[in-house]
């Protein structure tokens, strides 16, 4: 038993050891190359997307382009399924996921996240001309379309609304628009490109939720160097003002703070 206990000792220590050793390969890498391997999906607009010609395009892939110009890097993009991105991470087919990444406690286990860029919320949406819903409480007894499995449908059944079961956020959006419902509780980002893309929709945001959801570049632990340079450029752009730039031009509003 000690002789066991003695060898998954080693074993244990050999592991940190080869980790410590690797710690930082990418970055050097990087330095050496001057390119930066991007996973994304390509397929999730408004974030990451190709547009009628085909190029790619997106907030997020506009972001990390201009982060990669301030450091001097090319950038190769890999596009990736979103099932296979953190597994894509892993394998260290790129650097880092550009994709709406949330720094979730489980996460954050396995891998660091480099400062937000942009931050998401819940909302309520009602039509323009309903004035009776002004704080997640005034829920109580209304109608919610929302999709069954989703968490925003948990959040607004917890508040007390009457749940309505639709498939998609689309759905939920024609069912307020219709009178079906009085509201629905949705993501922010994702409605307001719903309202940039409809803006005679007859809808608005009524309530946001104070609690903010951060989205961040994703890397593997070990790579503080490589998040380091990726942090300085994303200040800069952030004292600059093209981050909010380009968030204007994407949502029609400001989702970087």
Known sequence: MKKSLFLTALLSVGIAFSTFVNAGEIADRVEKTKTLLVGTEGTYAPFTFHDKDGKLT?????????????????????????????????????????????????????????????????????????????????????????????NWSKDAREQGAIIVTVDSLAQNLEAVKQGRVDATVNDKLAVLDYLKKQPNSGLKIAVESDKKIPTGFAFLKGEEELIAKVNQALEELRQEGTLKQLSIKWFGDDITQ
Do not use: C, H
């Open 58 to 150: 997106g907030f997020d892939v506009e972001i990390i382009e201009k982060i990669a110009q301030k450091l001097g890097w090319k950038i190769e993009f890999k596009e990736t399924a979103w099932d296979g991105m953190y597994a894509g991470l892993n394998a260290k087919r790129f650097d880092v996921i550009a994709n709406q990444t949330n720094p979730s406690p489980e996460r954050l286990k396995k891998y660091d996240y480099s400062a937000p860029y942009n931050y998401s919320a819940g909302v309520i949406v009602t039509r323009a001309d309903n004035d009776s819903i002004k704080t997640f409480a005034d829920l109580k007894g209304k109608k919610s379309a929302q999709s069954a499995t989703s």
